[in-house]
Nanobody, 117 residues
Framework: QVQLVESGGGLVQAGGSLRLSCAASESIAGFDFMGWYRQAPGKGREVVATIPTRGSLNYAHSTEDRFTVSRDNAKNTVYLQINNLKSEDTAVYLC???????????WGQGTQVTVSS
């Protein structure tokens, strides 16, 4: 059973920065895709960035070049750096991973980001 554990969220003032982490219980190199998503209060889940094992990162338009994804295969961890945080970034941020052809993918429990204006 794959486990994904997000961390790094918190309460931050507008204009600040955070780096979120997603630690996997097994090698992230074995996933065909990973991604960061977020869910704001009263809203549906939306993609922030998708991270294919092969190919280019894809960021949602809403990230406005303020979000940067990176990965450390040795630590089985992917990161999400968020700069110039805005109140509309307030959400639970979730990590996703999966393999093509398998019947399910995996989600972490999420980490709360709250931006105060």
């Amino acid at each position: 059973q794959v486990q994904l554990v997000e961390s790094g969220g918190g309460l931050v003032q507008a204009g600040g920065s955070l780096r979120l982490s997603c630690a996997a219980s097994e090698s992230i190199a074995g996933f065909d895709f990973m991604g960061w998503y977020r869910q704001a209060p009263g809203k549906g889940r939306e993609v922030v960035a998708t991270i294919p094992t092969r190919g280019s990162l894809n960021y949602a338009h809403s990230t406005e070049d303020r979000f940067t994804v990176s990965r450390d295969n040795a630590k089985n961890t992917v990161y999400l750096q968020i700069n110039n945080l805005k109140s509309e970034d307030t959400a639970v941020y979730l990590c996703n991973a999966g393999r093509i052809g398998q019947p399910r993918d995996y989600w972490g429990q999420g980490t709360q980001v709250t931006v105060s204006s």
